[in-house]
């Protein structure tokens, strides 16, 4: 399945998100009310998840005006219907422990009414437990999601640099040489550095040695995507070029998740958007888009004067969860087709 939209050929991510409806106060003012947007939303009411509701894709095409809409290959959703960052919700659980979620709102795209609530969790949300509302923030949402979508590298991961060194990832700087994949040796145009708890869709995967060819192990945000170039086209992708998230390789053996604690993510910006060899695995560069353009600083993209609508490196297909990742052997079959 492609990244970007087939509408307009726009950049696409893709995100596990609940209905609003599955997701109900069960305690409070509004009691029994599905979650709605920020307008509606009251401290100290408490939700639970129903016993039977489900992750479902949400597939958000990104225009260079700065816009969502919904894509074509959205599990849920009307395609091409707007949809907008409401708020930053975050709610607690009776053990104390807090869960941050985006909001979204889909809206008619002929009334511009609001037609569906989308709830991103940004940690795992448990059924049936009792989730108090402790905070909204209409300002925040934005900036969180450029962090969830940002694809980091963790501290002390070796780059190959354009001269054949080997250096870690917190020390490259500005006008650093990097090999890259398609574009031969690039000039780094920013690094930024983020510390965030290990949680949720901010948990590293770590990748052991040897698991894709990689020389080292490789640790990564779940939606950092690793590029795999197929000898033949052994997976039916249509193409030879693929890009796969990091966190839908996990199969608690040669690739896992690293919850707990706190962890430092590192970003490393190009002009373009890029494939470089990290612990000797092909993996992506920030991708500057409307998702992650928050998380970048306003005098760098003036600087650069980057595109938000620049399509993935060599129109590579991104495999998506249900493509063959639930698949016990997906790793080892990626090994064995890019070393054919």
Known sequence: MKDTDARGHLPVRHMSVYSAEDFRVSHGVNEGDALADATDLLPDDIYELGKNARPRRLGLAMSGEGTFFVSVDSEVGQPAAPVFLDSLVTFMSPDGETLETILLVEVDATTGVVDRVHLYPLSPIIHRMPYTLVSLDREGAGRKLAESASVNFTRGTRITM??????????????????????????????????????????PIHIAAGALNNEGPLVVSPNHRLFIYQRLDALGAGQRELLVKAGLLVNGTTVTRLDGGFVDYVQVLFDAHE?????????????????????????????????????????????????FTRRADAVAMLKRVSAM
């Open 162 to 203: 354009a001269n054949g060194l080997q250096v870690p990832v917190e020390d490259l700087r500005p006008g650093d040489r990097v090999l890259t994949r398609d574009s031969g040796a690039q000039e780094v145009r920013w690094v930024g550095v983020q510390t965030v708890r290990a949680e949720g869709d901010f948990a």
């Open 275 to 323: 494939i470089i060899y990290a612990e000797g695995i092909a993996a992506e560069s920030l991708f500057l888009d409307t998702a992650t353009r928050k998380a970048i600083p306003d005098e760098v993209t003036r600087r650069l004067q980057l595109s938000s609508d620049t399509a993935f490196p060599l129109g590579a297909v991104e495999l998506l969860e249900g493509d």
